[in-house]
């Protein structure tokens, strides 16, 4: 399995608090993604990362930032929750993009109920 | 718009045979990938198709046809353990995943 954690695993907080999730690996992988999962949705990209200062927005990005000041570490941050932000996040890395069979690897995903 | 198409739900018995399907619509196309997911656990990868035809790996096989946007996910000799859900997930232009809603499989005996 490739060694990726996520913390906290679940997590319940006010609306308007500040939250942020870590993702950490130890693949040494350059690209690494921050996705959420709702019922009758697909996973939807928040913003990915394809090294260490570079990243970019994905589909659904209005309300979340994200850092990457070390290789292994990945954070997202919504600023203000909401609770259209309840949802479980995973993250997800990769070796490669442009070779187009590498697979992502999940990490154990976080469980973030706003209220 | 980008759209990934697979059943809600399909329920099939212990030791049968089930095919799941998978239409798309995006733009550009790098590549078909399967992952199973769980009920709480993360997806994990099942397979990948980028020519038309099919791949074997075990008990499951995926078949891809680029002319149809068309792809499935075959699952033989089930088995229980197989009750979870399967995504559909195509790399577009962009080399960005765009996910299906997946397809909860139900194994009865």
């Known amino acids: 399995d490739a060694g990726i954690t996520q913390s906290p695993r679940h997590k319940v907080t006010e609306t308007g608090t500040p939250v942020t999730l870590r993702c950490h690996q130890t693949?040494?992988?350059?690209?690494m993604y921050w996705y959420r999962q709702d019922p009758g949705h697909g996973l939807r990209l928040i913003h990915y990362s394809y090294g260490v200062k570079d990243t970019d927005k994905g589909e659904v990005s209005d309300g979340y930032s994200v850092s990457r000041s070390k290789t292994e570490d990945f954070l997202l941050t919504l600023e203000s929750a909401t609770s259209s932000q309840t949802s479980v996040y995973f993250c997800?890395?990769?070796?490669?993009?442009?070779?187009?069979?590498?697979?992502?690897?999940f990490g154990p995903g976080t469980r973030l109920t706003v209220t | 718009g980008q759209n990934i198409d697979q059943p809600t739900e399909m329920t099939a018995t212990e030791g049968a045979i089930v095919q799941i399907n998978c239409t798309y619509q995006?733009?550009?196309?790098?590549?078909l990938f399967w992952y199973q997911q769980h009920a709480g656990e993360a997806p994990t990868f099942l397979s990948y198709?980028?020519l038309d035809g099919l791949e074997e790996k075990g008990r499951f096989s995926s078949f891809l046809s680029r002319s149809k946007g068309y792809s499935y996910l075959l699952l033989k000799e089930l088995q229980m353990k197989d009750s979870a859900s399967y995504l559909c997930?195509?790399?577009?232009?962009?080399?960005?995943?765009?996910w299906g809603a997946g397809t909860k499989l139900i194994i009865k005996p």
């Open positions: 997930a195509v790399k577009d232009s962009n080399y960005q995943l765009i």
């Open positions: 997800a890395i990769s070796e490669s993009e442009g070779d187009t069979s590498y697979e992502q690897y």
């Open positions: 693949e040494n992988h350059r690209y």
């Open positions: 198709n980028v």
């Open positions: 995006t733009s550009g196309f790098n590549g």
